[in-house]
């Protein structure tokens, strides 16, 4: 996916993207003027060190923070411009979130957390389709305590995308696991994209996981300083992380 973005409208346009934290009385610049367009399908991968500003885009683009200049459309919606309320039915509707750290609800079963989410989605997967959708439906009756660390982020995986988003956005989903479960992550957000036509957009310090994007943005000190056209993808097994 990825290919043929000329014809499509954007799913995110931002433009002159600025975020000012005020901390003890001092201006700390997260964002210094970030020009980005997201399209329909694509697979992004967001690398930057860690204070480059990762998670505040990231945070921005999913109305979980605000811009302090510039401006973000999701489609022809002014995210700056929108309401808390706006927001939250923006996310709702709309946004996958998938985290370091799963957030699952321990006293529920991996299907009982998917269906959670389903419950108030307007138009939600099967609980089981969507842990079949990430290779989890084998062990859909586990507690999280009963699932490894990888298991337990692909039913997390699972549930942000029950509720068929146009976007899944991704901060740092291997950043806990160690490198073969990392992979089955990166290959459960894979197939969502492929599958369902996700944009999915993965921040990460790993330089590795680039390989697989159909685009790379680099970030340092606030601002893109490479975008990358990935015209030679690699398989997931192939990458030396």
């Known amino acids: 996916m990825g290919n043929s973005r000329a014809a499509r409208e954007p799913v995110f346009h931002a433009r002159g993207l600025k975020k000012i934290y005020q901390t003890a009385g001092v201006s700390v610049a997260a964002l210094r003027g970030v020009d980005l367009d997201l399209f329909p399908g694509e697979f992004v991968v967001i690398l930057g060190p860690s204070g480059s500003g990762k998670s505040t885009l990231l945070n921005i683009l999913g109305g979980l923070d605000s811009a302090s200049e510039g401006e973000v459309y999701y489609r022809d919606h002014n995210l700056v411009q929108a309401s808390p309320e706006e927001l939250t039915r923006f996310r709702r509707e709309h946004v996958g979130f998938v985290f370091q750290f799963y957030n699952l609800i321990s006293s529920l079963t991996a299907e009982e957390n998917v269906r959670l989410v389903t419950e108030i989605a307007e138009n939600p997967m099967d609980p089981m389709d969507a842990l079949r959708s ?24 699972a549930r942000a995308v029950s509720k068929r988003p146009d ?33 999915s957009v993965v921040i990460t310090h790993n330089t590795a996981i680039a390989g697989v994007a159909d685009r790379v943005v680099r970030l340092a000190s606030g601002g893109i300083s490479e975008v990358i056209q990935n015209t030679r993808k690699v398989a997931i097994r192939e990458l030396a992380w």
């Open 134 to 157: 990430v290779g989890m439906e084998g062990l859909s009756g586990r507690f999280p305590s009963e699932l490894s660390g990888g298991e337990q982020q692909r039913v997390a995986i």
């Open 167 to 199: 976007i899944l956005l991704c901060d740092e989903p291997t950043g806990a696991l160690d490198v073969e479960t990392g992979r089955k992550v990166i290959e459960s957000i894979l197939a969502v994209n492929r599958d369902l036509g996700t944009l």
